[in-house]
């Protein structure tokens, strides 16, 4: 008999307790690992974006830097237009440039006011232009508001007829420019409230009588997730600075 009541007891299984025990656990351990997980996502998600947004802004600087060095090449002045370089209400710097690279190119148009192509009225020195040719010797870059975020694009006036405009990157908070007369030192702030160097050890000058040109990316990463949510990460921004010499300006200094 005893035999039997210790088999039957056996053979029971887990009593109801037991069973809500096992259950809570269970569902602690699940709601735990989801928690991570999802914060791992987000985590991953923002690193991603900021990977992205940072390359596409560097590579952007880069080109900027390298063709704002050149500008003003075989010209009377530093190259910068400054009427179309100017700041929006928005505080989004444009910045036109100009340079006859093509001088020395015996076998093509060397800006000659002979050849047969018509004089551009608009190009500020009354030289003749080819398109194709010239290209990257009237160049403008500008920011334009897309899909809730802002483009930094490049427009070249003469790679074809009519001009040709290029997204560099995208994910912009802010592009600013900054014009001095010589290599200046300076502060950066990256925040909600500001996002653009300060405390610049001299004032700005005009555009056209800059040496030295310093240029101010601000990248916007968006908030991931839900505020209150397990990884929620909020919205910040990045500053990117370069540092341009006018290396066209008969920079004695430099």
Do not use: W
């Not at 370089?85 to 340079?99: C, F, H, K, L």
């Not at 020395?104 to 047969?116: E, L, M, R, W």
């Not at 194709?132 to 802002?150: C, I, L, M």
């Amino acid at each position: 008999m005893n035999k039997e009541k210790q088999l039957s007891r056996r053979q029971a299984g887990f009593s109801l307790i037991e069973m809500i025990i096992a259950m809570a656990i269970t569902i602690t351990i699940t709601a735990v690992a989801g928690s991570l997980l999802a914060q791992s996502m987000n985590i991953r998600t923002r690193s991603s974006e900021k990977v992205d947004a940072l390359a596409d802004a560097q590579r952007a600087l880069n080109i900027m830097s390298r063709e704002i060095a050149d500008a003003g090449f075989n010209l009377s002045d530093n190259g910068i237009v400054a009427g179309d370089s100017v700041t929006d209400a928005n505080g989004n710097s444009t910045i036109r440039i100009r340079s006859n690279l093509n001088k020395y190119n015996t076998a093509g148009n060397p800006f000659d006011p002979g050849s047969s192509v018509s004089t551009d009225a608009q190009n500020g020195i009354g030289v003749s232009t080819v398109v194709g040719e010239d290209q990257g010797e009237d160049v403008k870059y500008f920011v334009y508001a897309a899909d809730n975020t802002n483009l930094l694009a490049r427009y070249d006036r003469y790679r074809i007829a009519g001009g040709s405009s290029t997204v560099l990157a995208n994910r912009l908070d802010s592009l600013r420019i900054h014009y001095y007369a010589g290599k200046v030192s300076y502060s950066t702030v990256a925040g909600q409230t500001g996002c653009d160097i300060t405390g610049a050890s001299a004032g700005e000058v005009s555009p056209g009588a800059a040496t030295y040109v310093v240029i101010a990316a601000c990248v916007r990463l968006d908030a991931v997730g839900v505020p209150g949510s397990p990884g929620y990460q909020p919205e910040s921004r990045v500053l990117l600075v370069s540092d341009v010499a006018l290396r066209n300006s008969n920079l004695t200094i430099y």
